[in-house]
Nanobody
Framework: QVQLVESGGGSVQAGGSLTLSCAASGNILDINIMGWSRQAPDKQREQVALITASGLATYADSVEGRFTISRNSAKDTAYLQMINLQTEDTAVYSC?????????WGQGTLVTVSS
């Protein structure tokens, strides 16, 4: 089992920045992918960024160039640095980890961007 705990959400004005953190604990395997997804009210969940254990990152078109995903050297914490936030970025952001024994999710953290 793996536990994921997100932090760093909050309220910011458009154009501002936030950095989210996701701390993973438990049986983390060497080969895994961590990621961030978001779900806005009345919208489908969107996977915004993924990063492999080796550091290969991919992004949704909607956040490319504004969001950066990274992991610490111990590979047990993932970060999502978000700059130039827009009102459409308002959502609950959740961390997830995929590995051989399954996929795990955090509880989510709310990001609110006001104009």
């Amino acid at each position: 089992q793996v536990q994921l705990v997100e932090s760093g959400g909050g309220s910011v004005q458009a154009g501002g920045s936030l950095t989210l953190s996701c701390a993973a604990s438990g049986n983390i395997l060497d080969i895994n992918i961590m990621g961030w997804s978001r779900q806005a009210p009345d919208k489908q969940r969107e996977q915004v960024a993924l990063i492999t254990a080796s550091g290969l990152a991919t992004y949704a078109d909607s956040v490319e160039g504004r969001f950066t995903i990274s992991r610490n050297s111990a590979k047990d914490t993932a970060y999502l640095q978000m700059i130039n936030l827009q009102t459409e970025d308002t959502a609950v952001y959740s961390c997830n980890l995929q590995q051989r024994d399954g996929e795990y999710w955090g509880q989510g953290t709310l990001v609110t961007v006001s104009s």
